[in-house]
């Protein structure tokens, strides 16, 4: 009677919800520390990247771990229960990579893009190629001045007098190949052609004023990906969660309820 009794209360259990989170270049996981407290009723896990050594190790960790979260004895969705994957900036463009393998049921991306590098004519959608070598080469140099530069790029200038910067983690948490690595990710990675193959609910979240992943990235991702809704916020840059992660929050719960 117990044996069986324990099988029924695990048939009744709903499907747990997992949250795959992926930072942005040069950030620890830690930045998503108040948005997992606010999401309970999701299990959280996170990619270290503070030691890759190459692209192609950065690759194989996100894989690797969304792989594992996908692959368990029951071979439906519903048994397995359900896989979001939370990504920001490089995240982002890592988290698109593994939807168009098949490797989630649902996206979150905070100031995400499709292809980072752009050419001259689609400089409103990112940064030149060039711009980012220089960067490569300036780390060998002088790693803090690259990742203070860079910095600067994230806030508008009322997150600024607002101290949002405070609220980041201290520079020089992931080491210098890493560093590299990640740019060397940002270099050659597209998913743009890709997108309309990408059939999983996609949440985007996007400040309209982001100087490194510029706004029309996202508009270039809602007109190409099947199931897409975007929530643009107004007077803000790069990091479009924080400060706000209430309200986000609010937002993914419901989105995904109606999914």
């Keep these: 009677m117990i044996a069986s009794d324990s ?7 709903k499907p747990s919800r997992t949250i795959l989170w992926l930072s942005g270049w040069s950030m620890p996981d830690t930045v998503f520390d108040r948005l997992r407290e606010l999401l309970p009723d999701f299990h959280h896990i996170s990619v270290d990247y503070s030691d890759a050594d190459s692209p192609e190790t950065m690759l194989l960790l996100t894989e690797t771990a969304a792989q594992n979260l996908m692959i ?39 100031a995400a893009t499709a292809r980072f590098t752009r050419s001259v004519e689609e400089r409103d959608r990112g940064w030149a190629d060039a711009y980012v070598r220089q960067m490569m080469k300036g780390l060998m140099k002088d790693r803090q001045g690259v990742e203070t530069k860079f910095r600067q790029h994230m806030f508008t200038e009322a997150e600024w007098e607002a101290g949002l910067g405070k609220r980041f983690p201290l520079i020089g948490s992931w080491t210098t190949p890493a560093l590299i690595a ?15 193959e990408i059939e999983c609910p996609v949440l985007l979240v996007h400040g309209r004023e982001d100087k490194i992943c510029p706004f029309n990235a996202a508009a270039e991702l809602v007109a190409q990906l099947p199931q897409a809704e975007l929530l643009s916020i107004a007077d803000c840059g790069h990091a479009s969660f924080l400060g706000r992660e209430d309200e986000i929050a609010e937002e993914l719960r419901r989105w995904w309820d109606e999914q």
Excluded: H, M, Y
């Excluded at 099988?7 to 259990?13: A, R």
């Excluded at 990640?182 to 309309?196: K, M, T």
């Design 7 to 13: 099988n029924q209360v695990k048939i009744q259990q």
């Design 182 to 196: 990640g740019l060397q990710i940002l270099r050659s990675e597209e998913v743009l052609s890709g997108l309309p």
């Design 72 to 110: 368990t004895e029951c071979k439906t969705r519903a048994d397995r229960g359900q896989l979001l994957i939370g990504g920001w900036s490089l995240g982002g463009l890592l988290a698109l990579r593994l939807a168009a393998k098949r490797l989630a049921d649902g996206l979150v991306l905070f």
